[in-house]
T-cell receptor
Framework: IAGITQAPTSQILAAGRRMTLRCTQD?????MYWYRQDLGLGLRLIHY???????GKGEVPDGYSVSRANTDDFPLTLASAVPSQTSVYFC?????????????FGPGTRLTVL | AQSVTQLGSHVSVSEGALVLLRCNYS??????LFWYVQYPNQGLQLLLK??????LVKGINGFEAEFKKSETSFHLTKPSAHMSDAAEYFC???????????FGSGTRLSIRP
């Protein structure tokens, strides 16, 4: 069982380009999340989904979009990348959105926008 | 507003010494509290969580944390540090559902031989 996979592992991107970060989980979890991790700021929630077909905004959603066409996949798209989106991006999943549901994290994608 | 504060961005201890990583929260409702560990170039892994049952919570790798409502704290401890404990540790609080999780800024733990 792989858990959560993310692709690519790292990417250097020119400003203004469109980029999709991929996330796939094989645990049949209902809920999925995207975070960005920046030095000194911890992790901040970008978007989440509590089940296939539904999504919600987190703390820092601007400049990002997500979709949840099925249970396993939760891609994150940057429509027009800007340097402030340089960060490490983590996808996570949990069985549900309950307060006691443990979140499981992928290995991350390191994105640099020049 | 709910928040979580980790005191000390970097903590260094000797191998075999006590590990103490501090976390304080602010919340107007009973919180659910978590500690996660992140090893270099990896995602976060759950160490332990407090969900309003026992106030002393035991986690993996010999770590434990105690919820103290009067001090609004949830400090992480381990009696004897190992070299393999070197990592970044994040405290997190959830109020009102997993989509409302708030992470602290993290504490990097270094272990001296």
């Amino acid at each position: 069982i792989a858990g959560i996979t993310q692709a690519p592992t790292s990417q250097i991107l020119a400003a203004g380009r469109r980029m999709t970060l991929r996330c796939t989980q094989d645990m049949r979890h209902n809920a999925m999340y995207w975070y960005r991790q920046d030095l000194g700021l911890g992790l901040r929630l970008i978007h989440y989904s509590n089940t296939a077909g539904t999504t919600g905004k987190g703390e820092v959603p601007d400049g990002y979009s997500v979709s949840r066409a099925n249970t396993d996949d939760f891609p994150l798209t940057l429509a027009s990348a800007v340097p402030s989106q340089t960060s490490v991006y983590f996808c996570a999943s949990s069985e549900g959105l309950g307060v006691t549901d443990t979140q499981y994290f992928g290995p991350g994608t390191r994105l640099t926008v020049l | 507003a709910q928040s979580v504060t980790q005191l000390g961005s970097h903590v260094s201890v000797s191998e075999g010494a006590l590990v103490l990583l501090r976390c304080n929260y602010s919340s107007s409702v009973p919180p659910y509290l978590f500690w996660y560990v992140q090893y270099p170039n990896q995602g976060l892994q759950l160490l332990l969580k407090y969900t309003s049952a026992a106030t002393l919570v035991k986690g993996i790798n010999g770590f434990e944390a105690e919820f103290k409502k009067s001090e609004t704290s949830f400090h992480l401890t381990k009696p004897s540090a190992h070299m393999s404990d070197a990592a970044e540790y994040f405290c997190a609080v959830i109020i009102g559902g997993a989509s409302k999780i708030i992470f602290g800024s993290g504490t990097r733990l270094s272990i001296r031989p």
